[in-house]
């Protein structure tokens, strides 16, 4: 599953690089950009746990500066090439057999897709706290995009109160830029955000630290650990 887990989050870093005119490439073992991705978006992903430090490096530009790597299967070793460790995580999966679990009902949270560019661009400053930089990585683009479904949970007053994108392959549906607001209940949204995967589908994402315990209680479970390595001049 981890596999799957990889190679859904691989895709999603390309579909968000497409949103901004910035596709990159599929190789046998790692995915690259050659230009500087989005904001927060790695440079390169590895695909395979024995991608080598060229698989990735060959593939994206070292000479501007912020340069960073996912490295899937914490496997690598960047230190050599100038790059420092930024964090680790949990990869992370959900059998698809299991129910959606029940949306807390005093939380009173509405849950459906975000459709039009107005609501995205509401989505965008609920998830960035309001940073006008952070808001303008998710653009209209992204609508269009059939593997893409942004979702939010609106509360009774209208606003939203949390959120995730959820993005399917046919094989697995990840779970990515998951945030709660006005201080909703972490397993709330995931509750809310799962009632929205297509029906049968296994779900993946990674998560770290306090983001990770609200998964793992509604039945996810750590499958593998990811690193990412920032260029250390950055």
């Not at 995915?31 to 593939?59: I, M, Q």
């Not at 899937?72 to 999966?93: N, V």
């Not at 009632?195 to 315990?213: F, M, N, Q």
């Amino acid at each position: 599953m981890i596999m799957n887990a990889v190679r859904n989050n691989a895709e999603w870093c390309e579909a968000m690089c497409r949103a901004h005119g910035r596709p990159g490439a599929f190789g046998p073992r790692a995915w690259t950009n050659p230009g500087r991705t989005p904001l927060y978006y790695p440079d390169a992903v590895t695909l395979t746990a024995d991608a080598s430090v060229r698989d990735v490096l060959d593939g994206i530009d070292r000479d501007t500066p912020g340069a960073s790597v996912k490295d899937s299967f914490a496997s690598l070793d960047l230190a050599a090439e100038g790059f420092r460790p930024l964090f680790d995580a949990q990869w992370i999966h959900r059998p698809g057999r299991l129910p959606a679990p029940a949306v807390d009902a005093s939380a009173e949270t509405d849950w459906r897709q975000v459709r039009t560019p107005e609501e995205l661009a509401a989505w965008a400053t609920a998830w960035s706290g309001g940073d006008a930089d952070e808001s303008a990585l998710f653009r209209p683009e992204l609508l269009a995009d059939p593997a893409t479904k942004v979702v939010a949970g609106y509360g009774a007053d209208g606003r939203i109160v949390g959120g995730a994108v959820l993005s399917a392959d046919g094989r697995v549906t990840g779970v990515s830029n998951l945030f709660t607001a006005d201080g909703l209940d972490p397993t709330v949204t995931w509750a809310g955000c799962l009632t929205l995967v297509d029906d049968g589908s296994p779900v993946v994402g990674y998560e770290s630290g306090d983001d990770l315990p609200p998964a793992l209680a509604l039945g996810f479970e750590e499958i593998g650990t990811l690193r990412v390595w920032l260029d250390a001049g950055a």
